[in-house]
Nanobody, 113 residues
């Protein structure tokens, strides 16, 4: 089973930006469609965005103006670019292969002044 590994999380001030990466252990084309989810403290995990192998993207409406998702076949990695971050964006961010129903271990994002 291919592994997914997120990175790029950290502490950022409100209004800042982060790029999260999800590296896969094999050919990413076998893992699409893929998704980013997040889980805020005390809340259920929620979908943030999905991306297909053909580049089709879908976002949660509330995030589509601030977040971008992309994939790179050359590096077998998907990315989540987050801009104008807000404290309510705090949480653990996970990538998922919908195709294989596999999850990464998550990366913590904390937005705080």
């Amino acid at each position: 089973q291919m592994r997914l590994e997120e990175s790029g999380g950290g502490l950022v001030r409100p209004g800042g930006s982060l790029r999260l990466s999800c590296a896969t252990s094999g050919d990413i084309s076998n893992l699409y469609p893929m998704a980013w989810h997040r889980q805020a403290p005390g809340k259920q995990r929620e979908l943030v965005a999905t991306i297909t192998g053909g580049g089709s993207r879908k976002f949660v409406d509330a995030l589509k103006d601030r977040f971008r998702v992309s994939g790179d076949y050359a590096t077998n990695t998907i990315y989540l670019d987050m801009n104008d971050l807000k404290p309510e964006d705090t949480g653990v961010y996970y990538c998922k292969s919908i195709q294989s129903d596999s999850w990464g271990q998550g990366t913590q994002v904390t937005v705080s002044s």
